[in-house]
């Protein structure tokens, strides 16, 4: 079995605004894995994760995710492999705020026909995930987005990222507007349906405190080296 | 299909500015609609004035200046016609029934017009519509008179009221020996004869009799001894003319136009009538092209609308990117929203110019004569609606080019 994300050689820089240029020798992250990257902000953990998402390709080495080397994808289809194969959680504003929270966690369905197929009834599944992760139907159903508080707004997010069992879950911050207890509940509550659809978890904090709930925690700092300035 | 799910719903959660630029554009679109509406009733009431009559002929002059005399009452004729050319005319085999028309005088600021009881019958408008008589009946009497529907409103005038003519057409002499009594109002009809005042051709000749050169003479004749005058006009102003045969008219026209006693012109009054709406027509060019500045201005508005809303709006476009939207489809995105937005407006815009025209409709031709047939979108029309929809959505495309780059630049992280 291929690794979940493998990173070989990889240094990407972005153009315009900042010089700020990233390098990765090497990054390996098994499939099924739960890991835990530590990082300040500033230490190039959005250029990181833009990286694995495809969203941004390496200039030179390899990025790849489950396998398949991303920077050899054209544009749209480095976007529908992330529509398919990975789930996004962001700290916040993970939400459309003008459709429903059963809507937003349909919408990547919508958008990857494949990842769609993988379930019989959508609508089913969704709400098994929200009560999983301790939501209740009416709310997921009836309430409004705008009315949902932070820490039911991540709870929905998850939920979004799980359904069609992508293989790779990727956290940015995803606990660091929740209070210290909803943020231990909300990982291990991620932790359990991770693993029910069998799905590799990412996660990046600058909360050290989190770390010991993941199998394996890295400092960002090992991994990339960051350069800045004139280039 | 989801994108233009997403689009209406990103709409709604925009309620206000989204209607209100729906709502500007609608009422831009009826306003087009409505001028136009408006140019071709106006256009047809026009060329509806007078129907049914196959020649007009007058004293020779240009076509437009005799159809404007004679039909409009606008102006004054240069020249009469003798009485002997009238009757000769009249009495060809070709000609199955003539009117005689006399203008001159008038009463307080309406035209009066001498003629006989057959203008009643032969004048015809809007599609062969013959005139009624709201009241009363045709004068009968030498000293009777009928007036137009704006005449009797303006001057409550009723069957039975005396009213005096003024020699002339702006004169403070009168012919105050010989008054008139109303017979009968006709129904509004939305053409000159509306502010008409008739009498017969005997009266004009009557109340003239004494009259010398502008003035009255010092020999005065009065309402009585007048009656058992000969009262024979003459001279006429003009005369409508119809044929036995319409194969027939441009033989007759040629005959009174080459009639060798006096120049006369005879003009077919469709004809002239085009003649001169192509002079009024340049107006009609200058209402549309406003109108088509009022839906430009519209679509701006909107895009401009749609701008304002991109850099709000980032964050949603970097979460749909992570979800997994391509930027293409945020660029659709856009493109559906300014479609629907043009799509609801063109709607509500056609429902407001035919909820306007039920509501006024009666009103506009009561009052201005100005029939609007309420009739199915024309295919101009509906031309003109498509190309509002796909205006809309082509200016459109250059925010949402915009909401594309910046979808590429952000990617999944609102960047700043």
Known sequence: ?231 | MILLSLAYKSLLSRVVTFSLTVFAIALSVALFLGVEKVRTGAKASFANTISGTDLIVGARSGSVQLLLYSVFHVGSATNNVTWQSYQDIAARDDVEWSVPLSLGDSHRGFRVLGTTTAFFDRYRYREGRGVEFAEGQPFTDLFDAVVGADVAVELSYQPGSEIVVAHGIASFTEHDDKPFTVTGVLEKTGTPLDRTVFVSLEAIEAIHIDWQGGGRSQNTISAQEVREMELTPKAITAALVGVTSRLRIFGLQRWVNEYPEEPLLAILPGVALSELWSLIGVAETALIGVSAMVVITALLGMVAMIFSGLNERRREMALLRAIGARPWSIFLLLTAEAALISLLAVLLGVALLYTGLFIARGYIDATFGLYLDITWPTAREYLVLVSVVIAGTTVSLVPAMRGYFISLADGMQMRS
């Open chain 1, 1 to 231: 079995m291929s690794a979940a994300i493998d990173i070989k050689d990889a240094a990407f820089t972005w153009r315009g605004k900042a010089n700020f240029s990233l390098s990765i020798s090497r990054l390996e992250i098994p499939a099924g894995e739960r890991v835990f990257l530590l990082g300040e902000s500033g230490s190039g953990k959005s250029t990181l994760l833009s990286l694995i998402c495809g969203i941004n390709c390496p200039d030179r080495g390899s990025v790849s995710v489950d396998g398949v080397d991303l920077g050899q994808l054209p544009a749209s289809q480095r976007d529908r492999f992330r529509a398919e194969n990975i789930g996004v959680i962001f700290q916040m504003f993970n939400l459309l705020p003008y459709v429903s929270p059963l809507e937003n966690i349909l919408l990547p369905l919508a958008f990857s026909p494949p990842r769609r197929r993988r379930l019989s009834d959508p609508r089913k599944e969704a709400l098994r995930l929200t009560a999983a992760l301790g939501l209740s139907e009416a709310l997921v159903v009836q309430a409004d987005t705008t009315e949902l508080s932070i820490g039911q707004q991540q709870r929905v997010a998850a939920a979004r990222a799980l359904i069609g069992k992508p293989r790779l879950i990727v956290a940015d911050e995803p606990t660091s507007s929740l209070d210290a207890s909803a943020q231990k509940d909300f990982i291990s509550l991620l932790m359990t349906q991770t693993e029910q659809v069998g799905a590799t978890l990412v996660m990046v904090s600058h909360d050290s405190r989190l770390a010991s709930q993941f199998d394996r925690s890295l400092e960002l700092t090992d991994v990339a080296e960051i350069t800045r300035g004139a280039a």
